[in-house]
């Protein structure tokens, strides 16, 4: 019977990107991105150091695949709140900022969206980030458009503007809210932006 050599080193673990990713969403929207080092990324996932160049060749590509986690999060939730058929549209739209609105009191106001936070902190210095931020918005932008269109389809929604452009207002809207969060720690421009997208501009 032929043997076959044994494999030299550690077996490789598939679950190592993932960990470096999850660890790299959760302490760059807590610390922000230049503020959250290599070493501290690799030591929050528990894997060595080596390891996070096996799957990343710069702190920058890193960045990119912590947005498009960040993001396939995100839209996980809208599609849950928008898609849901059960609900009238405008209904679904509006739960759906009401449980942001609630989930930013628990957490005291902080971290915001780590989508506005990059935009602010990496997207002059990096193209590539920059992209990756553009497509990710334009995603998140689509969900919210074809709620609106179906509302714009059952009279909820009136024409005067379109589907598309209302969802891009809503969304870079509701990015500048979230900085203004931050800087006030209160609800006062959450429920600011409430009020004036669907007491005026929606309904």
């Not at 739960?95 to 902080?110: G, H, P, Q, T």
């Not at 800087?183 to 932006?193: H, I, N």
């Amino acid at each position: 019977m032929k043997s076959h050599p044994a494999r030299r080193g550690p077996k490789p673990k598939p679950d190592t990107r993932h960990n470096l990713v999850a660890a790299g969403i959760r302490m760059i929207h807590a610390e922000g991105y230049a503020a959250t080092g290599i070493q501290s990324i690799v030591e929050g996932a528990g894997t060595p150091k080596g390891s996070f160049y096996t799957y990343f060749a710069s702190k920058e590509a890193f960045g990119a695949e912590v947005i498009d986690g960040y993001s396939e999060r995100g839209q996980i939730k809208l599609r849950e709140f928008l898609c849901n058929p059960k609900i009238a549209p405008l209904a679904r739209l509006e739960a759906f900022f009401d449980d942001r609105i609630e989930s930013f009191r628990a957490s005291n106001y902080v971290r915001g969206c780590l989508m506005g936070n990059f935009s602010a902190e990496a997207a002059d210095r990096s193209s590539l980030i920059r992209e990756r931020l553009a497509k990710h918005f334009d995603a998140w932008t689509g969900v919210i458009e074809n709620c609106i269109s179906e509302a714009q389809d059952q009279g909820a929604i009136d024409r005067q503007f379109t589907a598309s452009s209302l969802a891009r207002f809503i969304l870079n809207s509701w990015e500048g809210t979230l900085l203004r969060m931050r800087a006030e720690k209160s609800d006062g421009p959450l429920l600011d932006f409430k009020e004036l997208v669907f007491g005026k501009i929606l309904g």
